[in-house]
């Protein structure tokens, strides 16, 4: 069994697949030409596995299922664009899409990371202050005959307590630092992260606008695939990955059964707004549907790429001056009664 490809993996491979097959060469064929620039052990073994398969008369989507590396929904898209003809749109149309995926994800990450080290950066320093500062300056003012009192008092305590607990503070920091980095490079924990993000009332409305834009994408996908609406949604579903837009295409699909058009569907479940909801009611009556799907995917980028970057000029500078100020009054409650001292013995 091989383990499960990245988005990254997926898209070189679907990307590469498709230049072959759009030059007339047959997917088995395409395989052994991958082979042979394949340098990685992992790679040839999993291509090894797909030429096996086809050399027992299996399609290309079959030998692509047997070896358990790829997901379900992306071999039922190869499987249609297979037996329709249409593989090569299929291939470029799923390696887009994943490269999609991995562009945004890769932001996302992006803009979670500097913030987490900021503020990781800001307990250390914290920490270091309570614990090992303070107590230095406990000792001159016990030298001048005097002790620290009020918030700095009471931070020295609670330095005291923490170095007494340090090694447990250790262990959480590195729980800490071990789970936001899988967060951040596991899929599995990518996604985790992801139904967490959706639900914490500061970033919902941002995991919305991603789950549109995965929506969209995939819808434009399936369709151009030659996949009717109901399967489309089914297969969508599963990619979305945000249970308030699951619901909202069961809500979809039932409006569908009832007999309302797709437009209506759309705006009655809440998946997009009236203007989007328009653009594909214009769509589907031109027979251009997967390009306006495509078209809205593409401005639901846009916008959370924006809303990314405009998070992070605000979010940077708010952390830098929180613990600016943090330090500084820190520094300030002992500093000042300790010249308070130093002038009356003066």
């Known amino acids: 069994m091989n383990k499960k490809l990245t988005a990254p993996e997926i898209t ?21 030409i991958l082979l042979s620039d394949t340098g990685s052990t992992d790679g040839q073994a999993l291509i090894q596995e797909i030429i096996a398969t086809c050399k027992e008369g299996e399609p290309f989507y079959e030998a692509l299922r047997r070896t358990e590396a790829f997901p379900e929904y992306c071999i039922q898209l190869i499987k249609l664009g297979e037996q329709s003809g249409n593989l090569d749109d299929c291939l470029t149309s799923l390696a ?26 800001m307990f250390l320093v914290i920490f270091v202050l309570m614990t090992k500062v303070l107590p230095i300056f406990n000792q001159v003012f016990s030298e001048l005959g005097s002790e620290m009192t009020g918030i700095a008092g009471s931070l020295l305590k609670l330095g005291e307590t923490l170095n007494t607990y340090s090694g447990i503070g250790v262990f959480l920091l590195v729980a800490l630092f071990i789970l ?32 549109c834009q995965r929506f969209a994408s995939g819808m434009s996908m399936t369709l151009r695939s030659g996949i009717d609406t109901f399967a489309s949604l089914d297969m969508v579903a599963e990619l979305v990955g945000n249970e308030d837009m699951e619901k909202k295409i069961a809500k979809c699909k039932e409006d569908l059964k009832k007999g309302d058009n797709l437009s209506d569907a759309l705006v009655n479940s809440g998946i997009f707004n009236n203007m989007h909801s328009r653009m594909v009611t214009v769509g589907y009556r031109s027979g251009n549907i997967d390009v306006v799907l495509r078209k809205i995917a593409d401005q639901y980028e846009k916008e ?38 130093m002038s009356s013995i003066g």
């Open 180 to 211: 936001v980095y899988s967060s951040l490079t596991i899929p599995f924990m990518q996604e985790k992260a992801l139904h967490l993000l959706a639900r914490f009332p500061a970033t919902k409305g941002f995991m919305q606008k991603f789950a």
């Open 96 to 121: 887009a899409y994943y490269e999609k995926e991995e562009n945004i994800k890769e932001n996302i990450k992006n803009a979670i990371t500097y913030p987490l080290i900021m503020i990781i950066m």
């Open 12 to 32: 070189t491979f679907l990307s590469q697949t498709a230049l072959l097959v759009q030059a007339g060469i047959t997917p088995f064929s395409a395989m052994e």
């Open 304 to 341: 959370t790429d924006k809303k990314l970057q405009s998070i992070i000029s605000v979010l940077e500078p708010t952390l830098v001056i929180i613990l600016s100020v943090i330090v500084g009054l820190i520094l300030l409650s002992v500093i000042l009664p300790l010249m308070g001292i």
